[in-house]
């Protein structure tokens, strides 16, 4: 008979909470993956660092806000389809994770940036 395993939540301490968040921004600001991939890299490094009860700190919110907003802006030579343009769905999920990341200060001035460039 198979016997049901339940994974063991370690909390990671902070180097190894550190070297993901590393990962994260080396995810972000590759530029041989495409944003939405690099998002998607991101995004599972969060959800990695969440599922070992790690604080969400900043570092993991500049790698998701230059993931998925600065990479359109620092490149508007490269052609990008409308699907493929920020949704507002997405953005809206971001702005709330950095204002519990960051602060509502930060998240405002994202939002600011965000829609000027709109």
Same mark, same amino acid.
């Given at each position: 008979?198979?016997?049901?395993? #339940?994974?063991?939540? =370690?909390? %990671?301490?902070?180097? !190894?909470? !550190?070297? *993901?968040? =590393?990962?994260?921004?080396?995810?972000?600001?590759?530029?041989?993956? !495409?944003?939405?991939?690099? $998002?998607?890299?991101? +995004? /599972?490094?969060?959800? +990695?660092? &969440? $599922? =070992?009860?790690?604080?969400? =700190?900043? &570092?993991?919110?500049?790698?998701?806000?230059?993931?998925?907003?600065?990479?359109?802006?620092?490149?508007?030579?490269?052609?990008?389809? %409308?699907?493929?343009?920020?949704? /507002? /769905?997405?953005? &809206?999920?971001?702005?709330?994770?950095?204002?519990? &990341? !960051?602060?509502?200060?930060?998240?405002?001035?994202?939002?600011?940036? #965000?829609?000027? *460039?709109?």
């Amino acid at each position: 008979r198979w016997k049901r395993v #339940t994974m063991v939540r =370690r909390i %990671m301490g902070r180097p !190894e909470t !550190e070297f *993901w968040e =590393r990962i994260a921004l080396a995810f972000a600001h590759a530029e041989c993956r !495409e944003p939405r991939v690099a $998002f998607a890299n991101v +995004h /599972q490094v969060y959800r +990695h660092l &969440a $599922f =070992r009860r790690s604080p969400i =700190r900043p &570092a993991i919110s500049r790698a998701m806000v230059h993931a998925v907003i600065a990479r359109d802006i620092n490149n508007p030579a490269k052609p990008t389809n %409308m699907k493929a343009k920020l949704k /507002q /769905q997405r953005l &809206a999920w971001l702005i709330k994770f950095v204002r519990r &990341a !960051e602060g509502p200060k930060i998240a405002e001035e994202v939002w600011n940036v #965000t829609v000027a *460039w709109r």
